[in-house]
């Protein structure tokens, strides 16, 4: 059985994710922190589907609670391993600079980027040892470009996609891939508040993203076909940084 475990998997972007992947074979293990009744509407419907998956909520910036719940399914399985990894789950806490709250800088910081070691360290030594990975990481356009009011998130995605690219250089060698995805404007809870009429206007293709279309992104590099891409982040934006 192929195992990918999706953070973030209760709604947006990361159930799209999770749902497409379920599609592809892979039971899916379904992180989320909270909401317990939209994991579960992501498990009915990847069921419904013909597929497979499991909750296991945790908290992806408590590293402590990570080392718990990925290290705990992992000895409760010991014939399986988690060969994909989706680092999804992330926050923004939008603020300029000079009115932003120490609170609201770490929490961005910890949520989107500390997150990246807490899950990532559990799921590769088995990776390694099985030579065959795949950790796939959700980055931002505000990674690339940064955007006003997002020294926070920018920031962290920056440093997701270096990290990104470090990793890629560490395991290599053991057929472990290690990419990032950049979206642009995603419909989802988190663009609700923004000015979808206004902010298309700035974007090639007119429209704002759906989950679906980062999400078969995603699926090819975490498909055999991408066996030779690693270190990149590519972006899913419409256009608007190319
Ligand atoms: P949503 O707000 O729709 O969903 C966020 C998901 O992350 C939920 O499943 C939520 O769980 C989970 N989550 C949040 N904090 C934690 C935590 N500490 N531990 C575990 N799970 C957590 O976001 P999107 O789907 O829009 O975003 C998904 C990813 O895509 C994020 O990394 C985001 O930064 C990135 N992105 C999104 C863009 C967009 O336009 N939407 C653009 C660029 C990047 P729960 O339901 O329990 O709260």
């Known amino acids: 059985m192929n195992i990918a475990l999706v953070t973030g998997a209760s709604r947006g972007i990361g159930r799209a994710i999770a749902l497409t992947l379920a599609g592809n074979g892979y039971h899916i293990l379904i992180n989320y922190q909270s909401n317990t009744a939209a994991a579960e509407d992501t498990l009915a419907a990847i069921c419904a589907a013909g597929g497979s998956g499991e909750l296991l909520p945790f908290d992806v910036s408590d590293t402590q609670a990570c080392e718990q719940a ?9 014939d399986l391993y988690i060969d994909v990894l989706v680092n999804n789950a992330g926050i923004r806490r939008d603020e300029l600079l000079f009115w932003m709250k120490p609170d609201q800088f770490e929490s ?10 807490n899950v990532t ?26 955007l006003p009011g997002q020294c926070n998130y920018a920031a962290a ?7 990104t690219k470090a990793l890629a250089k560490e395991v290599g060698k053991r057929r472990v891939t290690v990419n990032a995805v950049a979206p642009g404007f995603i419909l989802t809870e988190m663009v609700d508040g923004m000015n979808e009429a206004e902010l298309k ?6 429209r704002f993203g759906t989950a679906e279309e980062v999400a078969a992104v995603v699926a090819f590099l975490a498909s ?11 972006s899913v934006n419409g256009g608007l940084y190319t």
């Open 121 to 146: 360290r559990h799921v590769l030594t088995p990776m390694v040892s099985h030579k065959h990975g795949r950790i796939i990481s959700i980055a931002s356009l505000s990674g690339l470009t940064g």
């Open 70 to 78: 990925i290290t705990g399914w992992q000895n409760a399985h010991p």
């Open 108 to 117: 961005v910081l910890r949520t989107n980027l500390f997150s990246f070691y």
């Open 157 to 163: 995605k920056g440093g997701l996609i270096a990290a």
């Open 201 to 206: 206007k700035t974007i090639p293709l007119n």
């Open 224 to 234: 055999e076909g991408a066996a030779y891409i690693t270190g990149e982040c590519i």
